[in-house]
């Protein structure tokens, strides 16, 4: 009889087999909850009492962790297993431990073809194959084909996760800030009248263009603004950065409080309702800045005085970045200015021949912090005149 487990950090499957014909055979096959034995041993001895007793002549047990020696300390369950303990209780001395998705990989490889599904049809090969699992964790094996057989080579992934484990904030339906922080900021400074202000917006991303055309169909909008940060133990938002949110949007819209959860009661939080006359002013349209300039419905070609990009130009390469700023170049007044958030990113040799110099770049402090301060940054160039 042989003796096989797969030991995972919520269930422990064990199996009995015969060989017959060649082929091992099921012979009895149970599921237990791990979390309900001290120890795995104690696992395989009841399992074993639950039928007729047959000695063990091998067993082998798949293990959710690094098996090193013969040993595996898995971080999602509650025992250490080793190949000793193993075999004292099944009474054989042929006893292997290995690693769960190892297992599997000897297992996959003596599966009937009805037993596969297809993903994505493909040429079949004779080569070397990756196994991934997720489970509690991400396994992950390689089936390396040497020319004649798969030879199994046991790997940790790491026990990686799906879900971001950053501070995301999803409490608010879809948003967009950016032309009415821009608008307010403008406004507030009296940089622009508001009889002047006219705001295009423009992005690659169809569904970012039709929220934002949805802002002037919908005529008031109420914005929900949540501080991705707030104070906190050994963090401190900056007075800078709590006077600018306390003043966020006074120029275009009404403040009033708003109700989030009790975690987020240190947050710097308030609703914005904003009315036609600031949303009236505000245009969309898909536009690639890599590969175009944008066009008003006249066909003319805009001649800004302000041109905004934040976390945009990071996602470039650089001559995708050398477009894009000739575009925004060409899309400018003289001297018009651009103002984008990315400190490091674009060379003095990109700039200078496109007649866009650097007047000012500086970084903002965000929250102080003795192990991690947040930083923002600003850079402001003007369109040389001609
Ligand atoms: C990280 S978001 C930044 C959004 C906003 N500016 C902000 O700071 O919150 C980057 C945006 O750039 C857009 N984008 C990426 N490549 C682009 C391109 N070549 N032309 C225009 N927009 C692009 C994406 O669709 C996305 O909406």
Not at 231 to 259: M, P, Q, T
């Amino acid at each position: 009889m042989i003796l096989a487990g797969d030991v995972g950090g919520t269930k422990t499957a064990l199996a009995l087999f015969e060989v017959r014909r060649r082929a091992l055979a099921v012979v009895r096959e149970s599921v237990l909850p791990s979390h309900g034995f001290a120890a795995l041993t104690d696992a395989i001895r009841q399992f074993l009492l639950e039928g007729s007793p047959a000695p063990i002549e091998a067993a082998c047990f798949g293990v959710a962790g690094p098996v090193i020696d013969g040993r595996c300390t898995a971080v999602n369950l509650p025992w250490e297993v080793d190949e000793a303990s193993l075999a004292a209780a099944v009474s054989t001395p042929r006893v292997k431990l290995v690693n769960d998705l190892e297992a599997t990989g000897h297992g996959v490889l003596g599966l009937p073809a009805s037993a596969l599904a297809t993903l994505q049809p493909g040429e079949p090969r004779k080569a070397t194959m990756a196994l991934i699992a997720a489970g509690t964790g991400l396994g992950e094996v390689l089936l390396v084909w040497d020319g004649r057989r798969h030879r199994v080579v046991s790997s940790e992934g790491g026990h990686a996760d799906f879900a971001p484990r950053t501070d995301f904030i999803d409490l608010f339906g879809p948003q967009s800030y950016q032309p009415f922080a821009v608008a307010d900021a403008l406004l507030s400074l009296k940089l622009c009248d508001a009889a002047r202000l006219q705001i295009d917006c423009v992005d690659i991303n169809e569904r970012v263009v039709a929220h934002l055309q949805s802002l002037r169909r919908r005529g008031e909008v109420t914005l929900s603004i949540l501080s991705g940060v707030s104070d906190g133990a050994g963090r401190a938002l900056s007075e800078d950065y709590k006077d600018y949110f306390r003043n966020l949007g006074s120029s275009v819209g009404r403040e009033s409080a708003i109700n989030v959860p009790p975690d987020m009661a240190s947050h710097l939080k308030k609703s914005l309702r904003i009315g036609p006359e600031v949303t009236g002013k505000i245009n969309a349209d898909r536009l690639n800045i890599i590969t175009e300039r944008f066009e008003r419905s006249d066909g003319s070609t805009p001649n800004y005085d302000l041109v905004v990009v934040t976390n945009v130009f990071p996602y470039f390469k650089p001559t995708e970045l050398l477009f894009a700023l000739t575009n925004i170049s060409e899309m400018l007044a003289e001297g018009g200015y651009l103002i984008h958030n990315e400190l490091q990113t674009i060379p003095s040799f990109f700039i200078t021949p496109l007649g866009l110099p650097l007047r000012q770049a500086r970084t903002v402090l965000i929250a102080s912090s003795e192990s991690m301060p947040l930083f923002d940054g600003v850079a402001i160039h003007q369109k040389a005149k001609k």
